[in-house]
C-alpha cells in the first residue's frame, strides 16, 4: 500500500499518536535551542544589536524567534520575548562563538556598552516555499502522511491541522495572500484518490496560523468537505493549496 503511486515514491511519513507530523515544512526536534550569555547591546531606533557569547547549540540564523532576560542597559529594553532575528553576523573571524544579533525593539539609540543577560533562540520551524512559478500552477499537495489503523485508530481518530504563513521579514520574505488550504483523506495513495474532508483556511495571507479540529464544519451538510465526520480513519492524509498570489514560506502539521 505504500507504493500506489509510484514504485519509486518514498515511504510515506508514519503519524504518530502525540506528535505533530509535518506535511508542508519541517521541525528539526533533534537539535537543542542556541544559548548564549549577553555580553554588550546597542541600538540604533528600533534596531537593537546584542553581542552575544553562544555555549550550547547552534549558529542564531535569522527569521528565528529570540528571548532575552537580565539586560539592565537602557532601562531593559533590549530583553525581549519571541522577537524575529532580522540579522546575524559573525563578531569575530575566526568563529569564537561570538555573534551581534538584530532584533526590533522600542525606538532607543546607544552605543555599543557592555551588558549581561541570557538568551535562548529555538530552533525555527522551516517552512517550505511556494514560488511564483509553483503558484501559477497551483493546486499543489504535500507528501501523503500515513496514519496506523492498529487500536486504537481502527476505530477513528480526532486530527488537529495547524497552517501557518509565516509574517514576512527581512530575512524570510513573503507576499502570500488569498491562500486556501485544504485536507485530504484517501485510503490508497493515488492522486485520484484523495477527496478533500475539510479546508482548514480560506483567502488567507502572511502573518496567518490556522487551526482546525476535525469535526468543527457544519452537519447539517451531510459532507466531508464541510467537516460532518468527527472520527475520520483514513491510511493516508495530504494538505493541498488550491488557490493563492504572491510566494513565500507555508507550515502545515496534522496531530492525531
Given amino acids: ?26 521541525f528539526p526536534r533533534d537539535i537543542a535551542p542556541t544559548q548564549a550569555y549577553v555580553i554588550a547591546d546597542s541600538s ?47 563578531a569575530q573571524s575566526p568563529d569564537t562563538g561570538i555573534y551581534l544579533v538584530s532584533y526590533t525593539i522600542a525606538s532607543t539609540t546607544q552605543a555599543t556598552t557592555p551588558d549581561a543577560g541570557l538568551a535562548i533562540i529555538p530552533q525555527p520551524e522551516v517552512g517550505d516555499t511556494l514560488t511564483a512559478g509553483i503558484v501559477a500552477a497551483l493546486p499543489v499537495y504535500s507528501a501523503p502522511l500515513t496514519s496506523p489503523v492498529g487500536a486504537p485508530n481502527s476505530t477513528g481518530k480526532s486530527l488537529s491541522a495547524t497552517v501557518t504563513l509565516p509574517t514576512s521579514s527581512a530575512a524570510i520574505p513573503s507576499t502570500l495572500a488569498g491562500v486556501t488550504v485544504v485536507l485530504q483523506g484517501s485510503n490508497v495513495n493515488r492522486d485520484d484518490h484523495f477527496n478533500t474532508i475539510a479546508t482548514i483556511g480560506t483567502g488567507i495571507a502572511a502573518g ?32 493541498g493549496v488550491t488557490a493563492a498570489t504572491g510566494a513565500g514560506p507555508i507550515v502545515a502539521t496534522l496531530l492525531q
Wanted: proline share 5%; charged share 5%.
Fill in 208 to 239: 496567518t496560523t490556522i487551526d482546525w479540529q476535525s469535526g468543527q464544519g457544519d452537519t447539517a451538510t451531510g459532507t466531508l468537505a464541510a467537516g460532518s465526520v468527527n472520527l475520520p480513519n483514513f491510511l493516508y492524509y495530504r494538505f
Fill in 44 to 90: 540604533v531606533g528600533t534596531t537593537a544589536t546584542v553581542t552575544l557569547k553562544v555555549y550550547a547549540g547552534n549558529v542564531p540564523l535569522p527569521g528565528s524567534l529570540i528571548s532575552i532576560v537580565g539586560t539592565a542597559n537602557s532601562a531593559g529594553v533590549f530583553n525581549a520575548t519571541n522577537s524575529v532575528i532580522t540579522a546575524v553576523s559573525a
Fill in 1 to 26: 500500500m505504500f507504493y500506489n503511486n509510484s514504485p519509486f515514491s518514498a515511504v510515506p511519513q508514519l503519524m504518530i499518536q502525540g506528535v505533530v507530523s509535518y506535511a508542508f515544512g519541517s
